[in-house]
């Protein structure tokens, strides 16, 4: 049974970085897509962007060109960067991941569509 844990979350200031871990166990990442979401209290869960067996790349237009998804093949690890961050970007990150070797359509608006997810890691932004 795949497992996913998130790390990485933390406080930082107005303009600075982070990066999420997201760690995969008992599969490995090449058999599914995998993406990023957010929630902060009172809001919907987002999307922030995908990848895929192929490294094919997603992102929502509210990251694209601040926050890059990335892969690491030997620690199974799937990441978030995340720069020029703002209080706006404040909140619970999660992992997500469901079975399939591409995920090239609108699956950030499909957080349903993911059957395995991390337990969230926070993120808080101070101005």
């Known amino acids: 049974q795949l497992q996913l844990a998130e790390s990485g979350g933390g406080s930082v200031q107005y303009g600075g970085s982070l990066r999420l871990s997201c760690t995969f166990s008992?599969?490995?990442?090449?058999?599914?897509?995998t993406a990023w979401f957010r929630q902060a209290p009172g809001r919907e869960r987002e999307g922030l962007g995908t990848i895929d067996s192929d490294g094919n790349l997603k992102y929502a237009d509210s990251v694209k060109g601040r926050f890059t998804v990335s892969r690491h093949n030997i620690e199974n690890t799937v990441y978030l960067q995340m720069d020029n961050l703002r209080p706006e970007d404040s909140a619970m990150y999660y992992c997500a991941a469901f079975r399939a070797y591409y995920c090239l359509g609108s699956w950030l608006s499909r957080p349903d569509a993911f059957h395995f997810w991390g337990q969230g890691t926070q993120v808080t932004v101070s101005s």
């Open positions: 008992g599969d490995s990442y090449r058999q599914y897509c």
